[in-house]
């Protein structure tokens, strides 16, 4: 098995030669992938730039022809991550690490995110001081700062790509025995307004012998939990905190996009969801609220967020939209309502308390959810206890019932 480095040979060649003979020196075999697309490379890769554009459907002459770097990066970012998932498949990969500036760290991490959860991502990039959420999404990529161009070896740069490289040998050459689990695995959504609900529904799955895993409800989080019961690691969803689809819907900075709520629904596998924190949409500092919104009830969580109330109308159309995304589902799913409130600041007396609102939410979730969604109400507020363990009773049914219980 090798590490995989994915670089452009023919502009970084020195700095990858570079890392290559770190990885070697501590006994790691490297598998050098060129990703370069201007010149000559220098040195001879393991696997060719010509092979990368052939395994994304086209050819290295014709990107070269043709000069669009954007297009010419896309395409060895496809042929990159179809290559290195080839290998994953194969039992030869034990790693990704790459390094670049804008182009190659676009192209790397496009590799790194074809590859499975737990497989060691490391890129060393110009782009890591700023907004990486292009380049992570959200996989478990790990992203160094370069601090300086990558543009020779230097004192400076022989440090950062040092570390990189032995971080990288680090993960590959000492295998921690991780505890796996066979148990059944429920995925868990949860925002600072329903930690109560979730932490005394996890604790209570954990008691009846389930694995939690727990996503914080940032855009992020619930792309996470969807890809993973995509990919089968998840058995059943306690989905309490579907506040995504506020930002989705009224343009909030923590939307998971349009897709949220569609994997258990096609998977069919268990799912108990609750309208939790659908009273607020997310933004950065209160600055940063967009001036159609400044005249809205704002709530400052901390410096860098603030909360916005959602209206009656805009808590209808997020009723009809998750009532709909459930009554796809094919398998058994319960949508349950808290009549009392769906967040911490949804109680008598907190700044968010609109029943007039909530209303709306509940009775557009009534009115459009399919005759195959158990509708469970509840006189409680989210974040009781009382609330907690109907939801995880109602899951646990649901899971014994799919003979996937513990």
């Known amino acids: 098995m090798s590490v995989f480095i994915v670089g452009t040979l023919d502009t970084k060649g020195e700095e990858i030669a570079f890392a290559r003979d770190v990885l070697e020196s501590v006994g790691v075999d490297v598998h050098v992938v060129d990703t370069g ?20 459907g086209t050819d290295l002459e014709q990107l070269e022809r043709e000069g669009d770097r954007g297009q010419a990066m896309e395409a060895m970012g496809e042929g990159a991550a179809t290559l290195v998932a080839r290998h994953d498949e194969a039992g030869t990969l034990e790693g990704v690490l790459g390094l670049g500036g804008s182009g190659n760290t676009s192209v ?43 543009e020779g070896v230097n004192q400076l740069s022989r440090q950062v790509i040092s570390n990189a490289a032995l971080a990288m040998a680090g993960m590959v050459t000492h295998d921690v025995d991780v505890e796996g689990s066979d148990r059944p695995t429920i995925g868990l ?49 306690l989905d309490v905190t579907t506040t995504e689809w506020a930002d989705e819907l009224v343009g909030g900075v923590l939307s998971a996009g349009p897709e949220r709520l569609d994997a258990a629904a096609e998977r069919g596998i268990p799912q108990v969801v609750a309208p939790g924190a659908l009273d607020m949409v997310n933004f950065g500092a209160e600055d940063t609220v967009p001036e159609e919104f400044r005249d809205r009830t704002l709530h400052v969580h901390n410096p860098q967020v603030t909360l916005m109330r959602t209206t009656a109308e805009e808590c209808a159309e997020l009723g009809r939209i998750i009532a709909e995304k459930l009554t796809a589902s094919s398998g058994p799913t319960t949508l349950a309502l808290p009549l009392r409130g769906v ?47 109907a939801i995880v009773e109602r899951l646990d049914e649901h899971m014994r019932g799919a003979n996937v219980a513990p």
């Open 37 to 56: 697309v201007i010149g000559e490379p220098a040195f001879e890769p393991d696997t060719s730039a010509a092979a990368v554009a052939e395994a994304a």
């Open 108 to 150: 790397a991490t496009a590799a790194m995110r074809a590859l499975p959860y737990g497989v060691p991502k490391v890129m060393v990039s110009t782009m890591a001081s700023g907004d990486v959420e292009p380049y992570v999404e959200e996989r478990d990529i790990m992203m160094l700062y370069s601090v300086a161009d990558i």
């Open 189 to 237: 959504t949860m925002f600072g307004v329903t930690t109560p609900c979730v932490q005394t529904a996890r604790a209570l799955l954990e008691d009846r012998g389930y694995e939690t895993i727990v996503f914080h409800a940032t855009g992020s989080g619930g792309r996470a939990m969807e890809n993973l019961i995509e990919e089968g690691i998840i058995d059943g969803v």
């Open 343 to 389: 967040s911490m600041l949804d109680s008598e007396g907190e700044d968010f308390h609109d029943p007039e609102a909530d209303a709306a939410l509940f009775d557009a979730l009534r009115e459009h959810v399919g005759d195959g969604v158990e509708l469970l109400e509840r006189d409680d507020h989210v974040n009781s206890e009382a609330f907690a363990r």
